[in-house]
Protein backbone atom coordinates (compact mmCIF):
# COMPACT_ATOMS: atom_id res chain seq x y z
CA UNK A 1 0.00 0.00 0.00
CA UNK A 2 1.62 3.21 -1.18
CA UNK A 3 2.21 6.17 1.53
CA UNK A 4 1.24 9.29 1.41
CA UNK A 5 3.67 11.79 2.68
CA UNK A 6 3.05 13.37 6.49
CA UNK A 7 3.27 17.07 4.93
CA UNK A 8 0.47 15.67 2.21
CA UNK A 9 -1.64 14.09 4.85
CA UNK A 10 -1.35 17.08 6.74
CA UNK A 11 -2.58 19.60 3.83
CA UNK A 12 -5.62 17.17 3.08
CA UNK A 13 -6.77 17.12 6.48
CA UNK A 14 -6.54 21.10 7.00
CA UNK A 15 -8.30 21.51 3.43
CA UNK A 16 -11.10 19.51 5.10
CA UNK A 17 -11.22 21.34 7.91
CA UNK A 18 -11.18 24.55 6.10
CA UNK A 19 -14.12 23.47 3.71
CA UNK A 20 -16.27 21.77 6.94
CA UNK A 21 -16.17 25.16 8.70
CA UNK A 22 -16.93 26.95 5.62
CA UNK A 23 -20.26 24.68 5.37
CA UNK A 24 -20.72 25.05 8.76
CA UNK A 25 -20.53 28.80 9.19
CA UNK A 26 -23.29 28.92 6.17
CA UNK A 27 -25.51 25.87 8.10
CA UNK A 28 -26.95 28.29 10.69
CA UNK A 29 -26.51 25.98 13.85
CA UNK A 30 -25.25 27.19 16.83
CA UNK A 31 -25.71 27.11 20.78
CA UNK A 32 -28.35 30.22 20.57
CA UNK A 33 -29.92 28.77 17.79
CA UNK A 34 -32.75 27.97 20.35
CA UNK A 35 -32.87 31.47 22.11
CA UNK A 36 -32.49 33.94 18.78
CA UNK A 37 -35.24 35.90 17.83
CA UNK A 38 -34.91 37.20 14.03
CA UNK A 39 -37.81 37.76 12.65
CA UNK A 40 -38.93 41.69 12.01
CA UNK A 41 -42.02 42.59 14.09
CA UNK A 42 -42.57 46.55 13.32
CA UNK A 43 -43.06 47.29 9.68
CA UNK A 44 -39.74 49.18 8.60
CA UNK A 45 -39.63 52.87 8.30
CA UNK A 46 -40.36 53.67 5.34
CA UNK A 47 -39.15 57.21 5.25
CA UNK A 48 -35.28 55.45 5.62
CA UNK A 49 -33.65 56.08 1.87
CA UNK A 50 -33.54 52.66 0.85
CA UNK A 51 -30.75 52.62 -2.09
CA UNK A 52 -29.30 49.82 -3.78
CA UNK A 53 -26.16 51.81 -4.35
CA UNK A 54 -24.59 54.01 -2.14
CA UNK A 55 -23.96 56.96 -4.01
CA UNK A 56 -27.10 58.80 -6.39
CA UNK A 57 -26.45 61.60 -8.62
CA UNK A 58 -29.48 63.91 -8.91
CA UNK A 59 -31.09 63.80 -11.96
CA UNK A 60 -30.13 68.12 -12.05
CA UNK A 61 -26.89 68.04 -11.18
CA UNK A 62 -24.60 70.53 -12.80
CA UNK A 63 -22.35 69.77 -15.42
CA UNK A 64 -19.46 69.26 -12.78
CA UNK A 65 -21.22 67.69 -9.65
CA UNK A 66 -21.45 70.22 -7.10
CA UNK A 67 -21.68 69.43 -3.25
CA UNK A 68 -25.09 69.08 -2.70
CA UNK A 69 -25.96 67.01 -6.32
CA UNK A 70 -25.16 63.28 -4.65
CA UNK A 71 -27.16 61.66 -2.53
CA UNK A 72 -24.42 59.51 -0.09
CA UNK A 73 -26.45 56.72 1.58
CA UNK A 74 -25.82 53.29 2.74
CA UNK A 75 -27.07 50.30 0.50
CA UNK A 76 -28.51 47.35 -0.47
CA UNK A 77 -25.15 46.03 -2.52
CA UNK A 78 -23.23 47.60 0.95
CA UNK A 79 -25.08 45.63 2.79
CA UNK A 80 -25.22 42.26 1.25
CA UNK A 81 -21.22 42.43 0.73
CA UNK A 82 -20.81 43.49 4.40
CA UNK A 83 -22.96 40.37 5.47
CA UNK A 84 -23.19 37.91 2.83
CA UNK A 85 -20.52 38.63 -0.30
CA UNK A 86 -17.60 38.34 2.26
CA UNK A 87 -14.48 35.95 1.08
CA UNK A 88 -15.32 32.82 3.55
CA UNK A 89 -18.80 32.78 2.67
CA UNK A 90 -20.89 33.87 -0.64
CA UNK A 91 -18.22 35.70 -2.05
CA UNK A 92 -15.70 32.87 -2.45
CA UNK A 93 -16.52 28.56 -2.04
CA UNK A 94 -20.37 28.93 -1.20
CA UNK A 95 -23.04 29.27 -3.95
CA UNK A 96 -25.06 31.75 -4.72
CA UNK A 97 -23.19 34.60 -4.98
CA UNK A 98 -24.92 38.18 -3.87
CA UNK A 99 -22.58 40.83 -5.38
CA UNK A 100 -24.30 42.44 -8.38
CA UNK A 101 -27.85 43.52 -9.14
CA UNK A 102 -28.54 40.80 -11.24
CA UNK A 103 -27.38 38.26 -8.74
CA UNK A 104 -29.50 39.22 -5.80
CA UNK A 105 -32.35 39.89 -7.63
CA UNK A 106 -32.63 36.26 -8.67
CA UNK A 107 -33.75 36.66 -4.69
CA UNK A 108 -36.38 39.13 -5.22
CA UNK A 109 -39.51 39.28 -5.91
CA UNK A 110 -39.90 43.53 -6.68
CA UNK A 111 -42.64 44.83 -4.95
CA UNK A 112 -43.47 42.13 -2.61
CA UNK A 113 -40.47 41.56 0.33
CA UNK A 114 -42.77 38.66 1.76
CA UNK A 115 -42.47 36.98 -1.13
CA UNK A 116 -38.90 37.36 -1.36
CA UNK A 117 -36.02 35.23 -0.54
CA UNK A 118 -33.53 37.31 0.51
CA UNK A 119 -36.22 39.18 3.27
CA UNK A 120 -37.02 35.76 3.91
CA UNK A 121 -33.07 34.89 4.50
CA UNK A 122 -32.87 37.96 6.88
CA UNK A 123 -35.53 37.65 9.24
CA UNK A 124 -36.36 33.29 9.48
CA UNK A 125 -36.30 31.72 12.34
CA UNK A 126 -35.32 28.64 10.25
CA UNK A 127 -31.70 28.23 10.88
CA UNK A 128 -30.51 26.25 7.68
CA UNK A 129 -32.00 29.03 5.72
CA UNK A 130 -31.27 32.29 7.71
CA UNK A 131 -28.27 34.58 6.31
CA UNK A 132 -26.28 35.60 8.09
CA UNK A 133 -24.91 32.05 10.06
CA UNK A 134 -25.91 33.20 13.47
CA UNK A 135 -22.70 31.87 14.88
CA UNK A 136 -21.19 34.06 12.43
CA UNK A 137 -22.30 36.98 15.86
CA UNK A 138 -23.05 39.05 12.37
CA UNK A 139 -26.43 39.82 12.86
CA UNK A 140 -27.98 42.76 10.19
CA UNK A 141 -29.00 45.48 12.25
CA UNK A 142 -32.93 46.65 12.39
CA UNK A 143 -32.01 49.71 9.78
CA UNK A 144 -29.93 47.09 7.76
CA UNK A 145 -33.49 45.42 7.42
CA UNK A 146 -35.41 48.67 6.91
CA UNK A 147 -33.31 49.31 4.05
CA UNK A 148 -33.77 46.14 2.56
CA UNK A 149 -37.73 45.98 3.22
CA UNK A 150 -37.90 49.47 1.68
CA UNK A 151 -35.99 48.67 -1.05
CA UNK A 152 -38.18 45.27 -1.99
CA UNK A 153 -40.82 47.13 -1.50
CA UNK A 154 -40.46 50.55 -3.86
CA UNK A 155 -39.96 48.04 -6.60
CA UNK A 156 -36.20 46.82 -6.34
CA UNK A 157 -34.71 49.31 -8.57
CA UNK A 158 -31.15 49.65 -9.62
CA UNK A 159 -31.97 53.47 -9.04
CA UNK A 160 -34.10 55.31 -7.03
CA UNK A 161 -36.93 57.17 -8.22
CA UNK A 162 -40.01 59.31 -6.63
CA UNK A 163 -41.35 56.77 -4.51
CA UNK A 164 -37.92 56.09 -3.06
CA UNK A 165 -37.11 59.82 -2.77
CA UNK A 166 -40.36 61.23 -1.34
CA UNK A 167 -40.81 59.58 1.87
CA UNK A 168 -37.16 60.59 3.07
CA UNK A 169 -37.32 64.32 1.66
CA UNK A 170 -40.62 64.79 3.50
CA UNK A 171 -39.64 63.58 6.55
CA UNK A 172 -36.21 65.70 6.30
CA UNK A 173 -38.22 69.06 5.70
CA UNK A 174 -40.94 68.18 8.57
CA UNK A 175 -38.58 67.08 11.30
CA UNK A 176 -35.71 69.73 10.77
CA UNK A 177 -37.93 72.55 10.09
CA UNK A 178 -41.67 72.41 11.65
CA UNK A 179 -40.30 71.75 15.17
CA UNK A 180 -39.84 74.00 18.11
CA UNK A 181 -40.74 77.82 17.45
CA UNK A 182 -39.83 77.14 13.42
CA UNK A 183 -42.28 76.38 10.44
CA UNK A 184 -45.39 74.92 12.59
CA UNK A 185 -48.82 75.83 12.51
CA UNK A 186 -49.01 76.72 15.78
CA UNK A 187 -46.49 79.61 16.16
CA UNK A 188 -48.36 81.41 12.71
CA UNK A 189 -51.92 80.74 14.10
CA UNK A 190 -50.60 82.08 17.41
CA UNK A 191 -49.81 84.89 16.13
CA UNK A 192 -53.16 85.32 14.81
CA UNK A 193 -54.89 85.21 17.77
CA UNK A 194 -52.80 87.23 20.14
CA UNK A 195 -53.10 89.94 17.22
CA UNK A 196 -57.12 89.26 17.41
CA UNK A 197 -57.29 88.67 13.81
CA UNK A 198 -59.43 85.17 14.01
CA UNK A 199 -63.11 85.69 15.65
CA UNK A 200 -63.48 84.00 18.83
CA UNK A 201 -59.91 83.22 19.55
CA UNK A 202 -57.89 85.45 22.18
CA UNK A 203 -54.88 85.98 23.77
CA UNK A 204 -55.36 83.12 26.03
CA UNK A 205 -55.44 80.38 24.00
CA UNK A 206 -51.95 80.95 22.88
CA UNK A 207 -48.80 80.77 25.37
CA UNK A 208 -45.95 82.98 24.54
CA UNK A 209 -42.00 83.27 25.20
CA UNK A 210 -39.10 85.08 24.23
CA UNK A 211 -35.72 83.47 22.56
CA UNK A 212 -32.86 85.37 22.99
CA UNK A 213 -29.96 84.33 20.11
CA UNK A 214 -27.01 83.86 22.23
CA UNK A 215 -24.99 84.89 19.28
CA UNK A 216 -26.88 88.43 18.63
CA UNK A 217 -28.20 89.13 21.69
CA UNK A 218 -31.46 89.68 19.84
CA UNK A 219 -34.96 88.91 21.48
CA UNK A 220 -37.71 87.50 19.49
CA UNK A 221 -41.01 86.26 20.46
CA UNK A 222 -42.70 83.96 19.93
CA UNK A 223 -46.22 83.05 20.41
CA UNK A 224 -48.45 79.24 19.53
CA UNK A 225 -52.16 78.34 19.48
CA UNK A 226 -51.68 76.17 22.41
CA UNK A 227 -55.63 74.49 21.29
CA UNK A 228 -54.46 71.34 19.06
CA UNK A 229 -58.17 71.52 17.39
CA UNK A 230 -58.46 75.12 16.88
CA UNK A 231 -55.06 75.31 15.81
CA UNK A 232 -56.01 72.37 12.98
CA UNK A 233 -58.80 74.38 12.04
CA UNK A 234 -57.67 77.62 11.90
CA UNK A 235 -55.05 76.97 9.80
CA UNK A 236 -57.17 74.28 7.37
CA UNK A 237 -59.49 77.68 6.78
CA UNK A 238 -56.12 79.96 5.89
CA UNK A 239 -55.03 77.24 3.07
CA UNK A 240 -58.03 76.99 1.53
CA UNK A 241 -58.38 80.76 1.32
CA UNK A 242 -54.46 80.59 -0.47
CA UNK A 243 -55.58 78.21 -2.83
CA UNK A 244 -59.21 79.66 -3.50
CA UNK A 245 -57.53 83.00 -3.99
CA UNK A 246 -54.88 82.03 -6.21
CA UNK A 247 -56.78 79.56 -8.02
CA UNK A 248 -59.39 82.38 -9.35
CA UNK A 249 -58.69 85.68 -8.04
CA UNK A 250 -61.52 87.19 -9.87
CA UNK A 251 -64.02 85.20 -8.65
CA UNK A 252 -62.81 84.58 -5.24
CA UNK A 253 -61.37 87.88 -4.26
CA UNK A 254 -63.80 87.52 -0.82
CA UNK A 255 -60.67 85.07 -0.12
CA UNK A 256 -58.64 87.09 -0.39
CA UNK A 257 -56.02 85.70 2.90
CA UNK A 258 -55.24 88.79 4.79
CA UNK A 259 -54.10 87.01 7.94
CA UNK A 260 -50.04 87.41 6.99
CA UNK A 261 -47.50 85.24 8.61
CA UNK A 262 -44.89 87.92 9.40
CA UNK A 263 -44.91 91.75 10.67
CA UNK A 264 -46.65 93.62 10.79
CA UNK A 265 -50.01 92.00 10.70
CA UNK A 266 -48.59 89.38 13.71
CA UNK A 267 -47.01 90.98 16.24
CA UNK A 268 -44.95 88.20 16.90
CA UNK A 269 -42.29 86.28 14.76
CA UNK A 270 -43.67 83.88 12.68
CA UNK A 271 -42.87 81.38 9.93
CA UNK A 272 -44.64 79.63 6.69
CA UNK A 273 -45.84 75.60 8.65
CA UNK A 274 -44.22 73.30 7.10
CA UNK A 275 -45.82 70.27 9.19
CA UNK A 276 -46.89 68.18 6.18
CA UNK A 277 -46.77 67.25 3.14
CA UNK A 278 -49.81 69.39 1.75
CA UNK A 279 -47.97 72.32 4.15
CA UNK A 280 -44.56 71.54 1.96
CA UNK A 281 -46.52 71.86 -0.89
CA UNK A 282 -48.51 74.62 -0.34
CA UNK A 283 -45.00 76.76 0.21
CA UNK A 284 -44.14 75.61 -3.19
CA UNK A 285 -46.90 76.34 -4.96
CA UNK A 286 -47.33 79.61 -3.04
CA UNK A 287 -44.20 80.84 -1.45
CA UNK A 288 -44.40 82.96 1.97
CA UNK A 289 -42.81 85.75 0.28
CA UNK A 290 -46.36 86.81 -2.35
CA UNK A 291 -48.59 85.30 0.41
CA UNK A 292 -46.96 87.24 3.38
CA UNK A 293 -45.92 90.63 1.83
CA UNK A 294 -44.42 93.14 4.17
CA UNK A 295 -46.51 96.25 3.36
CA UNK A 296 -49.84 96.32 2.10
CA UNK A 297 -50.71 95.48 -1.34
CA UNK A 298 -54.14 95.49 -1.21
CA UNK A 299 -57.37 97.54 0.20
CA UNK A 300 -60.73 96.54 0.27
CA UNK A 301 -64.01 98.87 0.37
CA UNK A 302 -63.96 98.67 3.82
CA UNK A 303 -60.44 99.73 4.08
CA UNK A 304 -58.99 96.50 5.25
CA UNK A 305 -55.64 96.20 4.16
CA UNK A 306 -54.36 92.22 2.29
CA UNK A 307 -50.49 91.69 2.39
CA UNK A 308 -50.53 89.02 -0.19
CA UNK A 309 -49.27 89.90 -3.77
CA UNK A 310 -52.61 88.67 -6.47
CA UNK A 311 -49.31 87.01 -8.62
CA UNK A 312 -48.41 84.32 -7.09
CA UNK A 313 -45.20 83.89 -9.32
CA UNK A 314 -44.08 87.10 -8.69
CA UNK A 315 -41.99 86.12 -5.98
CA UNK A 316 -38.37 85.91 -5.15
CA UNK A 317 -37.73 82.81 -2.80
CA UNK A 318 -38.70 79.37 -3.20
CA UNK A 319 -38.68 76.03 -0.81
CA UNK A 320 -35.58 75.04 -3.31
CA UNK A 321 -33.16 78.07 -3.09
CA UNK A 322 -33.81 78.89 0.53
CA UNK A 323 -32.35 75.52 0.97
CA UNK A 324 -29.66 74.55 -1.72
CA UNK A 325 -26.62 77.24 -1.38
CA UNK A 326 -25.68 75.75 -4.46
CA UNK A 327 -28.88 77.63 -6.95
CA UNK A 328 -30.08 81.22 -6.97
CA UNK A 329 -33.28 81.30 -8.08
CA UNK A 330 -35.03 83.65 -10.65
CA UNK A 331 -37.88 85.45 -10.29
CA UNK A 332 -40.63 83.08 -12.31
CA UNK A 333 -42.69 86.11 -12.97
CA UNK A 334 -39.82 88.30 -14.55
CA UNK A 335 -37.16 86.35 -15.36
CA UNK A 336 -34.57 88.13 -12.96
CA UNK A 337 -31.97 86.13 -11.11
CA UNK A 338 -30.89 86.91 -7.88
CA UNK A 339 -28.01 88.22 -7.16
CA UNK A 340 -26.76 85.64 -4.41
CA UNK A 341 -27.63 82.23 -2.84
CA UNK A 342 -31.07 81.47 -0.24
CA UNK A 343 -29.56 78.90 1.08
CA UNK A 344 -30.14 79.60 5.38
CA UNK A 345 -33.40 77.91 6.11
CA UNK A 346 -30.24 74.82 5.60
CA UNK A 347 -28.26 77.44 7.98
CA UNK A 348 -26.20 78.35 4.92
CA UNK A 349 -26.00 74.12 4.21
CA UNK A 350 -24.99 73.27 7.96
CA UNK A 351 -28.03 72.45 9.16
CA UNK A 352 -28.39 69.65 6.32
CA UNK A 353 -25.94 67.53 5.16
CA UNK A 354 -25.37 67.61 1.47
CA UNK A 355 -26.33 64.13 0.94
CA UNK A 356 -29.74 65.50 2.70
CA UNK A 357 -29.99 68.51 0.63
CA UNK A 358 -29.63 66.39 -2.74
CA UNK A 359 -32.57 64.01 -1.58
CA UNK A 360 -34.84 67.16 -0.68
CA UNK A 361 -33.93 67.92 -4.53
CA UNK A 362 -34.40 64.99 -5.96
CA UNK A 363 -37.49 64.87 -4.88
CA UNK A 364 -38.45 68.20 -5.53
CA UNK A 365 -37.69 67.77 -9.11
CA UNK A 366 -39.72 64.28 -9.62
CA UNK A 367 -42.73 64.90 -7.62
CA UNK A 368 -45.26 65.56 -10.19
CA UNK A 369 -46.85 67.61 -7.82
CA UNK A 370 -44.38 70.08 -7.70
CA UNK A 371 -45.67 72.46 -11.13
CA UNK A 372 -43.07 72.81 -13.46
CA UNK A 373 -43.26 76.38 -13.58
CA UNK A 374 -41.38 76.20 -9.86
CA UNK A 375 -38.86 73.84 -11.61
CA UNK A 376 -38.28 75.32 -14.72
CA UNK A 377 -39.75 78.44 -14.94
CA UNK A 378 -42.07 79.73 -17.95
CA UNK A 379 -42.37 78.25 -21.17
CA UNK A 380 -38.72 76.44 -19.72
CA UNK A 381 -37.04 79.59 -19.11
CA UNK A 382 -35.30 78.14 -16.02
CA UNK A 383 -35.96 79.48 -12.70
CA UNK A 384 -32.94 78.02 -10.83
CA UNK A 385 -29.06 77.55 -11.48
CA UNK A 386 -26.04 76.75 -10.45
CA UNK A 387 -23.92 79.79 -8.74
CA UNK A 388 -20.58 78.10 -10.09
CA UNK A 389 -21.10 77.39 -13.34
CA UNK A 390 -24.12 79.37 -14.39
CA UNK A 391 -25.40 76.47 -15.76
CA UNK A 392 -29.56 77.18 -15.61
CA UNK A 393 -31.65 73.91 -14.61
CA UNK A 394 -34.19 73.29 -17.55
CA UNK A 395 -36.62 70.22 -18.87
Not at 184 to 192: D, E, F, L, R, V
Amino acid sequence: MKKIPIIKTTVIVLGGLILSLSLVQCKKIGQNAQVLDRTFAVAPDSAIFSPFYDTTLVANHDANPDVNDRIIKRGVRTIMKEFCNTGNCHGGPIAPRFATYSDIMKYVTAGNPSSSKLWEYITTNDFNKAMPPINSSHELSSTDKSVIYNWIQNGAKENPDLTDFRPSAIRLIIDGCSSANCHNQATATGGWARKGLIAGLTTSDTSQYTYLNPQTGVATIYCQLSNVNLRGQVWSAYKDSVKRFYADTLANASFRPWKTVSTPVSASSTRGPLNSYDDILMDVWYPKSIRANSSVVFTDGSGKGFYVKGNYLNATSSLLSRIDSTVVLANPFTGVFAANQQGDMAYGDGGLKPAEIALIKAWYFADPNVPDVWKYGINNAGIFKYRKTGTIIRK
